[in-house]
């Protein structure tokens, strides 16, 4: 997890910048319509869908079935609400800890793993999940293969916007959280060198348990706010499977903008998102690659980004203007040392 050593007013200079963004995106979108308001709510979502898959990556931890999480907050939403007649606002927040109970499961198992074996254990997750959905024994919950529509959510429509960009900017704060606190420390110590953390005292595995629930939370928050605010629908694809594109998006936004920082996972997401329904709309009568042409122009994408950024754009751009700060304090103290040498 990289930029640990963050202070305060350092800390409180982003949050601000993170919230103005957002508040932007948010007022731009409302301007200029209803479609583009919707497309907001889904940058939204997907930007805390891609934190929860970042704040792994930063641990070390490469998740390939982040899906498994989205599609259990959405199902245990669509579940409360209809089946138990639960307030869909209190369904919102009770939902995701479904995934949250997965996320400990799954990250207790992965914590005994390493490298790509936690990406391959995820990954076959999500076709187990997609099972399970569309089985006969859980279809009076699920609907099965139909999936499951949800009530309205009650709040006003000029009203899901601002709510969803609220979670985000929550979610947002969680994570700077993490990072100031004894278990950002300890989940740097696990990304950078995984042996020496143990050998200083760090319980690794018991970190990286805890780090996959508050994952699953998010990612099932993620997917709770999808259904409630955007779709009022559940699909049993949610699950990453047959379609992969609910395991990969978060995985383009965050590489792309830069998972080292959630500044960068909100730049990959405010970029992309939009760029994503852009392409799936003008590609929408080309059948190829199993209807996904879209995740092959963003698989390349990603390519030339790490091979010209490896930590994104973000990084690429606070690097640069790094070189520039950095080149500009040269020169000045250049130049005030030949001021003194031509006094003297």
Do not use: H
Request: glycine share 10%.
């Amino acid at each position: 997890m990289d930029e640990m050593k963050m202070d305060p007013g350092s800390t409180f200079i982003r949050a601000i910048v993170v919230a103005v963004v957002l508040a932007i995106v948010a007022a731009v979108s409302t301007v200029m319509g209803a479609y583009p308001t919707l497309i907001a709510i889904t940058i939204m979502v997907f930007f805390v869908y891609s934190l929860s898959w970042s704040l792994l990556a930063n641990t070390g931890m490469v998740s390939l079935g982040q899906a498994l999480f989205f599609a259990l907050g959405a199902y245990a939403y669509g579940i409360f609400a209809i089946s138990y007649g639960m307030n869909p606002i209190a369904a919102l927040f009770a939902g995701p800890v479904t995934g949250a109970l997965a996320g400990l499961v799954v990250g207790f198992i992965s914590a005994r793993l390493r490298d790509w074996y936690v990406g391959i254990f995820t990954f076959a997750l999500t076709p187990a999940g997609y099972a399970l959905a569309v089985s006969s024994q859980l279809q009076p919950w699920t609907a099965g293969a139909i999936g499951l529509a949800t009530p309205r959510f009650p709040l006003a429509s000029s009203l899901l916007l601002p709510f969803a960009t609220a979670l985000a900017f929550v979610a947002y704060l969680v994570i700077m959280i993490i990072k100031r606190r004894r278990i950002g420390y300890a989940l740097s110590a696990i990304n950078n060198d995984e042996t020496a953390a143990g050998t200083v005292g760090i319980n690794t595995r018991l970190y990286k348990t805890m780090v996959f629930g508050i994952s699953g939370y998010m990612a099932a928050l993620a997917g709770a706010m999808f259904v409630a605010l955007y779709t009022s629908y559940i699909a049993p694809d949610y699950f990453g499977y047959p379609d992969i594109s609910y395991s990969v998006w978060p995985i383009f936004y965050s590489m792309i903008g830069g998972m080292g920082s959630p500044e960068g996972v909100l730049l990959g997401t405010v970029l992309l998102d939009p760029l994503e329904t852009a392409i799936r709309s003008w590609l929408s009568g080309i059948s190829v690659v199993g209807g996904n042409l879209a995740l092959v122009i963003f698989g390349l994408l990603l390519v030339v980004v790490l091979l010209k950024a490896p930590k994104g754009i973000y990084g690429y751009v606070t690097r640069y203007v790094e070189s520039r700060r950095a080149r500009a304090r040269r020169a000045a103290e250049a130049s005030a040392k030949a001021e003194v040498g031509t006094g003297q």
